[in-house]
């Protein structure tokens, strides 16, 4: 597609339930990044796919966090037992590989929004 | 590690007016240093970016930023912002290694008024 999508936009989840967040990168591209933006703040990473190979999961706050990215394509962010605190704007991004490490650049979708009541 | 801090949370201006917004980082290696911008309700978009060669670097909507590495600086400048400018403005930081997990500051809202 043109750009990284991302759904659903909006959800409003009950404490203790189940959510999973779908992230659909730019075609081609091998890198997959979550991140997690609370209100006032900015991105925080999350964690990091090279094609289906998840790399990285330095970022996630708890066991109650897991991501997915089974065919190097499509990711879900899944969320277990959700807590008030995991109220977030969740932001997928991806980008190609570079040679040159931090040089290429990162391409995010608009976000899903995610509030815990 | 890296860390990326933004002076300011709230800058209010008026409009044709000139802005600065401050950045500063922290590394111990060399690192990439970007601005993105996120209107309301929306994602994060690329403003500029600074990975070498001049340390000043525009963007195609007037934007400037200029690295200085003494300083440890990224500050973003506009001579003269717009209503449309209304926005939140992040700074990052990468490193040259490995994958370009950015590092975020934690933004600073322009609020242009007329």
């Known amino acids: 597609g043109a750009g990284v999508s991302q759904s659903p936009r909006y959800k409003v989840a009950k404490r203790g339930q189940d959510v999973a967040l779908r992230c659909d990168p730019i075609?081609?591209?091998?890198?997959l990044f979550w991140y997690q933006q609370a209100l006032g703040q900015g991105p925080e990473f999350l964690t990091y796919?090279?094609?289906?190979?998840?790399?990285?999961k330095s970022g996630l706050p708890s066991d109650r966090f897991f991501a997915e990215r089974p065919e190097g394509s499509v990711s879900t962010l899944k969320i277990q037992r959700t807590q008030q605190e995991d109220s977030a704007v969740y932001l997928c991004?991806?980008?190609?590989?570079?040679?040159?490490?931090?040089?290429?650049?990162?391409?995010f979708g608009e976000g899903s929004w995610l509030t815990v009541v | 590690a890296q860390s990326v801090t933004q002076l300011d949370s709230q800058v209010p201006v008026f409009e044709e007016a000139p802005v600065e917004l401050r950045c500063n980082y922290s590394?111990?290696?060399?690192?990439?240093l970007f601005w993105y911008v996120q209107y309301p309700n929306q994602g994060l978009q690329l403003l500029l970016k600074?990975?070498?060669?001049?340390?000043l670097v525009e963007s195609i909507n007037g934007f400037e930023a200029e690295f200085n590495k003494s300083q440890t600086s990224f500050h973003l400048r506009k001579p003269s912002v717009h209503i449309s400018d209304t926005a939140e403005y992040f700074c990052?930081?990468?490193?040259?290694?490995?994958?370009?997990?950015?590092?975020f500051g934690k933004g600073t809202m322009l609020l242009v008024s007329p």
């Open positions: 590394s111990s290696v060399s690192v990439y």
């Open positions: 796919f090279q094609n289906e190979a998840q790399l990285d």
């Open positions: 990052a930081v990468t490193t040259g290694s490995g994958y370009s997990t950015l590092t």
């Open positions: 991004a991806s980008s190609l590989p570079s040679s040159g490490g931090g040089g290429n650049t990162i391409y």
């Open positions: 075609s081609g591209h091998v890198s």
């Open positions: 600074y990975l070498s060669g001049s340390t």
